[in-house]
């Protein structure tokens, strides 16, 4: 099987996520890093791949089949729209850019180009998110109300050294809630409308510590979501999963799916349902529904690969993540304008 090359623009904490993935995944080869701390050099020296410290440059040396961005999402743009031009295909970070109007641009080049633009909501390549998805749709909930949901701890002050984290493109808002909103589309439907409170005056940087939402879905279902990045507890979806060693495993569940026949916390997948007709007088019988989980880096680099290879579709689109981006982006709006705002 031919290796498919893989060049790695930015090397920090996700950077270094995606390069653990590769080590697992025999179709990748890693071609080239880029970052703009030499100190990277000795990263590449130990992968032997060279190291560039501009993505120009190293597109001018190199031709690799896919690359992946991880830069700070203020800075994909450029990354993303050099690789297209110079023939790759790319799987960029998500939020898939900081603004609709570059998510845009990046959209129109893939189409000229020719090439594939992933975005990293690594959360699609999970099965018990696939799971959940196939129970709401084949009534095992009956039809579905309404969801609510929380992403809720506290970051640690040494997250927020680099001035770059305290703006608001890397605020939770941008960097969690996003994750959330994507979670709800793929697994609910199309956000139709949204209302938002934000507020921050815990670290008063300048980026936003907690939102409260509230969501209409294109198929009538209710949501709300709470966010905040200043107050530790055990409602993540990194603290119920375990998926990420920086989140001690609490095994709580983050969501909790209503229906008129049944109730489902996520993501342990906890099934409720009464034992007779659905109603307060019968005792709810608790289903154990839920499945090991992967390695959702490893799940995504071999998509990526066989995307490239023209094996399989993208899982998750440029324009998909554009609508993503969109519904993200409204709770702002929704808070500046102290409004509802219609998607």
């Known amino acids: 099987m031919d290796k498919t090359r893989l060049a790695l623009i930015g090397v920090g904490m996700i950077g270094k996520r995606h390069l653990k993935a590769m080590r697992d995944v025999e179709e990748a080869e890693l071609a080239a890093l880029v970052d703009t701390v030499p100190g990277v050099s000795g990263l590449a020296r130990e992968w032997s791949v060279p190291f560039f410290e501009t993505t120009d440059s190293m597109l001018k040396e190199i031709a690799p089949d896919g690359v992946i961005v991880c830069t700070p999402t203020e800075v994909h743009l450029e990354p993303v729209l050099q ?51 196939q129970l709401l749709n084949n009534g095992a909930l009956g039809q579905l109300i309404a969801v609510q949901g929380m992403w809720t701890t506290r970051k640690a002050d040494a997250y927020y050294e680099p001035e770059w984290r305290k703006l608001r493109s890397s605020g939770p808002v941008l960097i969690n809630l996003i994750h959330e909103i994507d979670t709800l589309r793929y697994l609910c439907g199309e956000v139709k409308s949204l209302s938002a ?14 939102a409260a939402l509230v969501m209409e879905l294109e198929n009538g279902v209710l949501g709300t979501f709470l966010l905040s990045d200043v107050t530790p507890s055990p409602w993540t979806w990194e603290h119920g999963t375990g998926e990420n060693p920086g989140f001690p495993k609490s095994g709580q569940n983050a969501y909790r799916f209503v229906g008129t026949k049944g109730s489902l ?79």
């Open 83 to 133: 690789s297209l031009d110079a023939g790759a295909h790319v799987l960029v970070e998500k939020p898939i850019t900081a603004s609709l109007e570059e998510a845009r641009q990046i959209i129109e080049k893939a189409s000229a180009t020719r090439k594939q633009v992933l975005v990293g909501h690594h959360r699609r390549h999970y099965g018990i998110l696939h799971k959940t998805k």
């Open 197 to 210: 409170k934000v507020s921050g005056e815990v670290r008063n940087h300048p980026k936003e510590e907690t």
């Open 265 to 343: 916390e996520f993501p342990n997948l906890r099934l409720w349902k009464t034992d007779g007709e659905p109603d307060w007088h019968h005792p709810m019988i608790q289903h154990d529904e839920g499945l090991p989980l992967e390695d959702a880096y490893i799940a995504q680099c071999r998509h990526f690969c066989r995307v490239i290879q023209n094996l399989e579709p993208p899982r998750i689109t440029a324009e998909d993540a554009t609508r993503t981006l969109a519904a993200t982006l409204a709770v702002f709006d929704s808070a500046e304008q102290g409004k509802q705002i219609e998607l």
